[in-house]
């Protein structure tokens, strides 16, 4: 396929998740498509942008957290295409002994990070133990404790009792001291956000809102560290941003042996 022909196929690509997000947060990496209906949501949603960059910093300190409680190897699912910040980054800083594998069931994205130098899987979440056999077979050792990062990932599954299924499958699969971090679009009953909603699930595909006491539920099994489920802006922050409408809920639970629980897991 000659260069004219790839770029003509870039131009006319009908919207993707991947690209979208990364549109909006100002990347490189999507067409005029992609680009496009970023601005119309921006133009319903301005603070959208915002609020995703409020995701990356929640998903940026949550990679600290872990790897200063001492887990050293994490697994990014659904983790998008590379921006400024991701968990490999961090983990050069804070933790150079640590490993980072990067999970997603797009092609492209796997593509574009393996050629950022991560090490990537092609995988999709719904299939949590395939998912994890295909991380094993790039470096996860599944004797040792992993830290599981899922931002923005579960709300593209339409199904509450799918998410939580899957999430047991992870914990079941993963050894004690493991820690799940994950956020999930709120059920926000704004108008703008109800229309910048509707627009994206019908130009990309579901995005699925959730309530508070919904997203708590999915921690069965693990343990739920404080501040519990609350905004992104307020997770472990010592001056929390107060949110009257939060678009997004923001939580982490570690993988515990029956009976057991960790003083210092909310601190």
């Known amino acids: 396929m000659s260069g004219r022909r790839i770029a003509m196929v870039g131009a006319d690509a009908l ?11 100002g990347g490189a990496r999507n067409y005029r498509s992609d680009r496009e ?22 998903a940026g300190r949550a990679v600290r957290w872990m790897l200063v409680a001492g887990i050293r190897q994490v697994v990014d699912i659904g983790a998008g295409l590379p921006v400024p910040g991701d ?42 133990r395939c998912l994890l056999r295909s991380a094993a077979v790039r ?9 599981l990062l899922l931002t923005g990932v579960l709300d593209h599954i339409k199904d509450s009792y799918e998410v939580a299924q899957i999430l047991n499958q992870l914990r079941t699969a993963t050894p004690y001291g493991s820690v799940l971090v994950l956020s999930a679009y709120a059920d926000n009953d704004e108008e703008k956000t109800r229309e910048a909603v509707n627009l994206y699930r019908s130009r990309v595909g579901p995005l699925i809102g959730r309530a ?5 539920s999915w921690f069965a099994g693990w343990e739920l560290v404080a501040p519990g489920v609350s905004s992104p802006q307020s997770w472990r922050l010592q001056s929390p941003v107060p949110d009257a409408h939060p678009w997004e809920w923001a939580a982490a639970g570690l993988n515990l042996p029956p009976g057991h629980r960790v003083a210092e897991a909310g601190t």
């Open 139 to 147: 470096g996860l050792d599944l004797q040792r404790p992993v830290g």
């Open 15 to 25: 919207p993707s998740a991947a690209r979208v997000h990364n549109a909006l947060l």
């Open 212 to 216: 508070r006491d919904e997203v708590a």
């Open 87 to 128: 968990a490999h980054e961090i983990a050069a800083d804070a933790a150079p002994d640590a490993h980072v594998l990067y999970i997603d069931n797009d092609p492209v994205v796997v593509a574009a990070r393996l050629i950022h130098g991560s090490v990537s899987v092609h995988a999709d979440v719904r299939n949590p």
């Open 37 to 58: 209906l970023a601005r119309q949501l921006l133009a319903l949603s301005p603070t959208l942008a915002d609020r995703l960059c409020a995701r990356r910093a929640f």
